[in-house]
């Protein structure tokens, strides 16, 4: 099993940026697919990147292509999402989530650990 924690959540004002931390611990961080997926308030949970284990693939939701960017570090056993160019709409909690393999397009992309979250608010 793998524990994940988020960090670096806040407030920030349209247009700026924020850098989100997922720090794992457990076995093998190296061997999880790792991926970053958020809710709105009322709104159903949904995907926003993922990477494989070793960081050579990468996959995004169309609304933050270009925008955001998922990486990890392994020696670290994290795993981050740089997020520029920030819109109201981003606003959600995000979490954090590992799994075997990533699954484009099935549920939770294939995800079967999950952190608590972390708040993101951007004011307009």
């Known amino acids: 099993q793998v524990q994940l924690v988020e960090s670096g959540g806040g407030l920030v004002q349209a247009g700026g940026s924020l850098r989100l931390s997922c720090a794992a611990s457990?076995?093998?961080?190296?061997?999880?697919?790792m991926g970053w997926f958020r809710q709105a308030p009322g709104k159903e949970r949904e995907f926003v990147a993922a990477?494989?284990?070793?960081?050579?693939?990468?996959y995004y939701a169309d609304s933050v292509k270009g925008r955001f960017t998922i990486s990890r570090d392994n020696a670290k056993n994290t795993v981050y999402l740089q997020m520029n160019s920030l819109k109201p709409e981003d606003t959600a909690v995000y979490y954090c989530?590992?799994?075997?393999?990533?699954?484009?397009?099935?549920?939770?992309?294939?995800?079967?650990?999950w952190g608590k979250g972390t708040l993101v608010t951007v004011s307009s």
């Open positions: 457990g076995r093998s961080f190296s061997s999880y697919a």
């Open positions: 990477i494989n284990w070793s960081g050579g693939t990468t």
């Open positions: 989530a590992a799994g075997g393999k990533i699954r484009v397009g099935a549920t939770n992309y294939g995800m079967d650990y």
